[in-house]
């Protein structure tokens, strides 16, 4: 395999190329043809399982790190006015069959302690539309649901009564998933008047809009 495409799968791969070590990786490179695409690596790991010694979880975490890059190197721009609640367009849902890989590929935690726990889990990947920040992180059930939502526009009282929980629970998930940028929605409507010559600092903003407000009734007896 060329240096240049040898160069490439540690950039995209460091993580797998770390854990396997140089000889087993050379091995693995030296086994591929030399079109071979990053996209198939996942594929290619799997493959190799019987032959070579691999973790169990490899093949799981090279579609983790694909992914990533691929994510890294998009250019979606968020322009344009959001008309109704909608999926993040720059968020990716990877599947796995392995819990903790992300530890694996932020090197946040302790990797001695990360413990691969063979499960179903799914991995979202996303630009915040605010502050364009690449996360990553294991999805949880109220990610999943806000999702399922917002993908098939079901209202917050037909989810909660499927879910057989409260409108409220529902609108929290809601809320929650669009402040971290994982859903879109649109302005609110409920926003202070801001005088325009006025420059108006970044960290003020989410002082602006509000998504309620509360109205105050007087009674006396006059009423």
């Given at each position: ?6 160069n ?6 460091s993580?797998c190329?770390r ?11 030296a086994a591929m ?9 996942p ?5 190799l ?11 799981d975490?090279?579609?983790v ?8 190197k998009?250019?979606?721009?968020f322009e344009?006015?959001?008309e109704?609640l909608?999926?993040?367009?720059t968020?990716t ?7 903790n ?5 932020t090197n ?6 990360l ?13 915040h539309p605010k502050?364009?920040k ?11 649901l806000?999702l399922?939502?917002?993908v ?6 037909k989810a909660?009564?499927?879910?057989k929980v409260?409108?409220d629970a ?10 971290q ?6 302005d ?10 006025a420059?108006?600092a970044?960290?003020l903003?989410?002082?602006v ?11 006396t007896?006059?009423?």
């Amino acid at each position: 395999m060329h240096t240049s495409l040898v160069n490439t799968y540690e950039e995209i791969f460091s993580n797998c190329h770390r854990i396997l070590g140089s000889q087993t990786w050379g091995r693995i490179l030296a086994a591929m043809d030399e079109d071979s695409k990053p996209r198939a690596f996942p594929e290619t790991l799997q493959s190799l399982k019987n032959d070579v010694s691999l973790p169990a979880f490899i093949s799981d975490l090279a579609r983790v790190e694909w992914a990533l890059y691929q994510a890294a190197k998009s250019e979606i721009l968020f322009e344009g006015k959001i008309e109704s609640l909608s999926v993040n367009p720059t968020l990716t849902l990877v599947p796995a069959t392995w819990k903790n890989l992300v530890g694996l590929v932020t090197n946040e935690s302790d990797e001695s302690a990360l413990v691969q726990e063979a499960t179903s889990v799914h991995i979202i990947i996303w630009r915040h539309p605010k502050t364009n920040k690449l996360r990553i992180r294991e999805a949880e059930d109220a990610d999943l649901l806000a999702l399922k939502i917002a993908v098939e526009k079901i209202e917050p009282k037909k989810a909660a009564a499927m879910g057989k929980v409260s409108i409220d629970a529902v609108e929290s998930r809601l809320y929650r998933a669009v402040s971290q940028g994982i859903l879109m929605a649109p302005d609110s409507l409920v926003r202070r008047e801001v005088l325009p010559t006025a420059e108006l600092a970044p960290t003020l903003e989410p002082f602006v809009t509000a998504d309620v407000f509360t109205l105050q009734w007087h009674i006396t007896q006059a009423c």
